[in-house]
């Protein structure tokens, strides 16, 4: 029947409203004629202990108790205060498939079956409690339904809510590896300095800072931790010192030990390096040494030799050069020396002649004082006579006078 004809062919208003009363009132009583049923809802958890994020086994069991045989599709387990699925099943039945009817869980007319449905238990929400309810998905056939293609109605029982504990921890293994289970919950271990969480418990690390080391050891992710040190360097209050080694000192085990060198070998850079010594050098303590020869010896085979010169030649930086001797020296053992007889003899004629050119000066100087003196005497008569004719020639002009 359509609600509209009815409340259309009705004059009054609250005789429509009656009619549409009435015809709920039938409906929901056939509803529930077709699909009443009861059902009880248990658990079972592992070793009778009901554990967060563990397994936990409900058994639904449904007893019909309409006038048809009851299918449903699914049943979902929900929590009470969100509505947020906690297990169930679902069957995949399709109306239009006639195989996909075995998927259903069907419980005849008049008896009860029960299905199972494993889930892990989430958090509890009402701690220790999970408070849920239950879902049922009953398949109708009816036309009023089919006609828009729904072939499922939802029945949800948010009134009745059963509960399960829902413990955080039984015992530690329940926790984390920094917790431990007190009274079922898990508290986060409060370790001390230097301690750290484990298994549950609280250990002690093998060192927090560089004291709780040895010597030649540091502290590294609380570790004690083997220094490596080069080989010129030793281990010291936990760090790595250079090594202060003499020249003629190696390194050995971190250490300093005397080089065990060669006599033709050196020291260089704590190691005994072979010599290279030049031709004018010998080896002497480790080291080149240069020869030191003479200015008439020269180098050969590593050692001194004699030069052998000429007899006018004289040795020089270590070679054989000819002699520059002057006019007054004369050679002698590789050597100009004076000539005394020679310097005698010329200082003897040298004398001489000092003395000659002496006389001569003397001489010369005689003759020209001499001249001058002539020279002075002739100047002296000639004035003499220019007097004598001027006073000539006065008496006569006196005598002529008279």
């Known amino acids: 029947m359509k609600l509209k004809g009815v409340c259309s062919s009705i004059v009054k208003k609250n005789k429509c409203l009656r009619y549409l009363f009435l015809y709920f009132t039938i409906f929901i009583l056939h509803l529930v004629l077709v699909f009443g049923f009861k059902y009880e809802v248990s658990y079972e958890c592992r070793n009778g202990v009901c554990v967060e994020g563990n397994y936990v086994k409900w058994n639904i069991s449904v007893f019909n108790i309409g006038e048809n045989k009851l299918e449903v599709k699914g049943i979902e387990l929900r929590d009470a205060f969100n509505g947020s699925r906690i297990a169930g099943f679902n069957a995949s039945y399709n109306p239009f498939n006639a195989s996909s009817e075995y998927d259903l869980f069907v419980v005849p007319w008049n008896q009860e079956r029960s299905k199972i449905i494993s889930g892990i238990l989430p958090k509890a929400n009402n701690y220790p409690y999970l408070l849920y309810y239950v879902c049922f998905y009953i398949f109708v056939n009816e036309p009023v339904y089919a006609k828009n293609n729904i072939y499922t ?122 010599l290279n010594c030049s031709y004018d050098e010998v080896v002497f303590n480790h080291s080149c040494v240069s020869l030191n020869c003479s200015d008439d010896e020269f180098v050969f085979n590593k050692s001194c030799k004699k030069l052998e010169c000429m007899f006018n030649e004289t040795p020089v930086n270590h070679t054989c050069q000819p002699l520059k001797c002057y006019f007054f020296q004369r050679i002698l053992n590789h050597r100009c020396v004076n000539n005394k007889p020679f310097i005698f003899r010329l200082a003897i ?39 004598n004719e001027s006073s000539g020639k006065g008496e006569s002009k006196l005598n002529g006078k008279t």
Not at 256 to 272: A, I, R
Not at 363 to 381: M, Q
């Open 153 to 274: 109605t939802e029945h949800c029982y948010d009134e009745e809510v059963y509960s399960v504990p829902a413990f955080e921890c039984v015992s530690n293994y329940s926790c984390a590896n920094n917790e431990t289970c007190i009274d079922t919950r898990c508290i986060a271990l409060n370790c001390s300095y230097c301690e750290y969480p484990r298994m549950h418990k609280c250990f002690s690390y093998e060192c927090c800072d560089d004291s709780s080391c040895s010597f030649d050891e540091k502290c590294g992710n609380n570790v004690c931790v083997k220094l490596n040190c080069t080989i010129d360097e030793y281990a010291f209050n936990h760090t790595c010192i250079k090594l202060n080694c003499s020249y003629d000192e190696g390194f050995f085990n971190h250490t300093c030990v005397k080089l065990n060198c060669s006599y033709d070998e050196g020291f260089f850079n704590h190691t005994c390096i072979k």
């Open 349 to 387: 004629e040298l004398i001489i002649l000092i003395f000659i050119i002496t006389l001569v000066l003397l001489d010369f100087r005689k003759y020209k004082i001499r001249k001058e003196e002539e020279k002075e005497a002739r100047n002296l008569g000639a004035k003499e006579e220019k007097k």
